[in-house]
């Protein structure tokens, strides 16, 4: 059993930045990033294979990097030029498996969340 412990959330202005961490307790192909605002479904923000495939979706590109540390089994997600409209909890997600695609159902590995909010 996987396990996924974030870090790195909290409360910024308009145009701030954070850095999230997501570090797992064992080896997974593919990690990513997913947010959920209050009274909206869960979102893919950003991908990661273990041999740096990358993807973000089109609302954070040019703002939100995603990368990890192989040797740390750790992904972190850098969010500069924050808005309002990116508040929300963030979670980590893993997966063992072959295909890396910003859906939910193909991860089976969760962390609990760290909120992130922005002020205008």
């Known amino acids: 059993q996987v396990q996924l412990v974030e870090s790195g959330g909290g409360s910024v202005q308009t145009g701030g930045s954070l850095r999230l961490s997501c570090a797992s307790s064992?080896?997974?192909?593919?990690m990513a990033w997913f947010r959920q605002a209050p009274g909206k479904e869960r979102e893919g923000v950003a991908y990661?294979?273990?041999?740096?495939?990358?993807r973000v979706t089109d609302s954070v590109k040019g703002r939100f990097i995603i990368s990890q540390d192989n040797a740390e089994n750790t992904v972190y997600l850098q969010m500069n030029s924050l808005k309002p409209e990116d508040t929300a909890m963030y979670y980590c997600?893993?997966?063992?498996?072959?295909?890396?695609?910003?859906?939910?159902?193909?991860?089976?590995?969760w962390g609990q969340g760290t909120q992130v909010t922005v002020s205008s």
């Open positions: 997600a893993a997966t063992s498996g072959a295909i890396c695609q910003l859906l939910a159902d193909r991860f089976n590995y």
């Open positions: 064992g080896y997974t192909n593919c």
């Open positions: 990661i294979t273990k041999v740096g495939t990358a």
